[in-house]
């Protein structure tokens, strides 16, 4: 069914091909279950990761979604545009991963859990996509050359999970059946 | 840095700009060189090896040696440079005529450099092979290496001396760099900024670079390695070590570097960006020809934030873009700037978006089944 999630200054509305499409990190199950797990190893501080949004497509399956919009504070975000934000987005989606299978274990019914699973078996499409967004992607070659590194780090960092990434902005064409995304007011400006 | 340098007091001149008409692909092109770090970037067949060569023939040839005064201005300039060209550039039966851009019908090449003093060198070139240079001298000009792509270490051995004998088909550049290879390396204790040049090189190659019985040796805490048995990564490494510790390298001196990212590791093109760079700031004006966008963006890069960088790698760093232009495509054109982002023509970021491109398309189809 059709389903408008807006994520910082964008909406992504998906279509009616999305048999799933919410929030996950806004999830009872996340906010309340998964990020039980955290505490503190050698001192540093660790707790459950969760990407933005879980979507499942009739045609093309499973898909994680981690959106970042890092206009207006570049320079406090341009360590992350040079790789991190790839480690970020990929242990995002091993905790994510590692929850729905905790979801399908429990009487969760605010998502299709076991549908989900299901839907991680072998053999079938699961993607992952981080969706950024930064200043310097105006140039649109100079974007494609620094989205390419970034997903070849995403996917080198996945490779253990059998998933398809790649990573979009709104300034090269979407890759991704039957989602539109689009800016909402104030979108690209410095923050406060 | 080195004795060179403080024999000439006021300095050798440097390479400021050159006029190229009808030269190999050149039409009609002036170029503006930085003082310090000059980076050709193009697609095959662009002429920036013919570009790199030609400055080089001019540079080895328009001035006189250091401390040579004027002993080399008997001999004319015009034979020096029909020689050089035709060494260098090897046309068919030495006819240097052949550089002439190929039109129909006869033609001449123009070619000028300017040098930071204020000289001109240059030379007119018939396709009857008539060459004749301009009058004047433009004074001292230091050393000029010319790395050709293929390292020349492991070929050195008997290379010089069958080179003369015209038993080889190679061309002048790497005779040249064997004759210079072969320079003796400074005694005594190497100066502060010659070891801040040389030590990452030996940190990299593992060992120190010696001449012995007419073989290279690389030789750490393994022992001593001919130069054969290192990779080729590490010989060219080394012969630029070589170059610095003999001090054909020196301040207001020339090098010359076709593909240094040829046969290196994406460290070691770190390694060598960051060399380059090195050599750049103490005064060695550089041009190299690079398709490696780790090699150009990293020099980029330091044009971009030169506050940021480390202060033995602050230097002035130009780009020129080289692209084929004309319905025809015989011709190119050259845009310039001190960031990669400022050419109009980039084939190395073309590239890697084409390969963007490329995955999204996979990608995507991936998305239409399951």
């Given at each position: 069914m059709p389903t408008s999630l807006d994520i910082e200054k964008q909406r992504f509305a998906f279509g009616d091909q999305w048999l799933v499409a919410f929030k996950y990190d806004d999830t009872d199950f996340h906010q309340?279950?998964?990020?039980?797990l955290q505490g503190r190893i050698d001192d540093i501080p660790h707790s459950t990761k969760a990407v933005d949004v879980i979507g499942l497509h009739r045609v093309s399956g499973l898909l994680f979604l981690e959106a970042k919009d890092f206009r207006g504070h570049r320079i406090a975000n341009k360590p992350r545009v040079e790789g991190e934000v790839s480690v970020e987005v990929a242990i995002k989606t091993r905790d994510t991963v590692a929850a729905l299978v905790g979801a399908a274990r429990k009487?969760?019914?605010?998502?299709?859990s076991g549908e989900l699973t299901a839907a991680l078996e072998r053999g079938k499409n699961v993607a992952v996509v981080l969706w950024l967004e930064d200043d310097?992607?105006?140039d649109v070659d100079r974007a494609k050359q620094k989205l390419s590194a970034l997903n070849g780090v995403l996917k080198s960092k996945l490779s253990w999970l059998n998933v398809q990434t790649f990573v979009l902005t709104s300034a090269v064409p979407n890759r991704l059946n039957d989602l539109t995304v689009t800016n909402l007011p104030g979108a690209g400006q410095p923050h406060p | 840095m080195n004795s060179k340098n403080t024999s000439e007091p006021g300095g050798a001149a440097i390479l400021k700009s050159a006029s190229i008409k009808k030269f190999s692909l050149f039409s009609n092109e002036t170029l503006e060189f930085s003082s310090g770090l000059n980076v050709f970037i193009g697609k095959?067949?662009?002429g920036k090896s013919h570009l790199i060569k030609l400055l080089y023939t001019l540079v080895k040839e328009c001035g006189n040696a250091?401390?040579?005064?004027?002993?080399?201005?008997?001999?004319?300039l015009e034979n020096r440079l029909a020689s050089k060209l035709a060494g260098v550039f090897r046309p068919e039966g030495d006819?240097?005529?052949?550089?002439?851009?190929?039109?129909t019908g006869r033609g001449s090449a123009e070619v000028s450099a300017t040098f930071s003093n204020g000289k001109k060198c240059g030379f007119t070139l018939s396709t009857l092979d008539k060459i004749s240079g301009s009058k004047g001298n433009v004074g001292t000009l230091n050393e000029a290496a010319f790395l050709p792509s293929r390292e020349v270490l492991a070929l050195f051995e008997g290379f010089i001396a069958a080179y003369k004998k015209r038993e080889?088909?190679?061309?002048e550049t790497y005779y040249d760099l064997c004759v210079a290879l072969s320079a003796n390396q400074l005694r005594g204790r190497r100066e502060e900024m010659l070891d801040e040049l040389v030590r990452p090189l030996e940190t990299e190659i593992r060992g120190k670079v010696s001449l012995e019985g007419g073989r290279f040796y690389v030789t750490g805490s393994d022992g001593s390695i001919e130069?054969?048995?290192?990779?080729e990564g590490w010989r060219k490494l080394a012969s630029l070590a070589q170059l610095i510790i003999n001090g054909t390298?020196?301040?207001?001196g020339f090098l010359f570097w076709d593909?240094?990212?040829?046969?290196?590791n994406p460290r070691m093109v770190v390694q060598l960006s960051e060399t380059l760079l090195r050599l750049a700031k103490q005064g060695i004006q550089i041009f190299v020809v690079s398709h490696d966008y780790l090699l150009t963006t990293r020099l980029s890069l330091a044009s971009e934030y030169p506050d940021a960088i480390p202060e033995d790698q602050r230097c002035p760093v130009k780009f020129f873009g080289l692209v084929r232009r004309g319905s025809d495509e015989k011709g190119v054109s050259v845009s310039s700037g001190?960031?990669?982002?400022?050419?109009?023509?980039?084939p190395i970021l073309a590239e890697y978006a084409a390969l963007y491109d490329y995955e999204g398309g996979l990608f995507e189809k991936t998305q239409s089944r399951n």
């Open positions: 309340k279950e998964a990020i039980k009487p969760v019914t605010e998502f299709r310097t992607f105006r | 095959n067949g662009c250091p401390g040579n005064g004027s002993a080399l201005e008997a001999e004319k006819r240097i005529g052949r550089l002439v851009q190929r039109k080889l088909s190679f061309d130069a054969h048995l290192l990779s390298l020196t301040r207001n593909e240094p990212e040829a046969n290196l001190s960031k990669l982002a400022d050419l109009q023509d980039n």
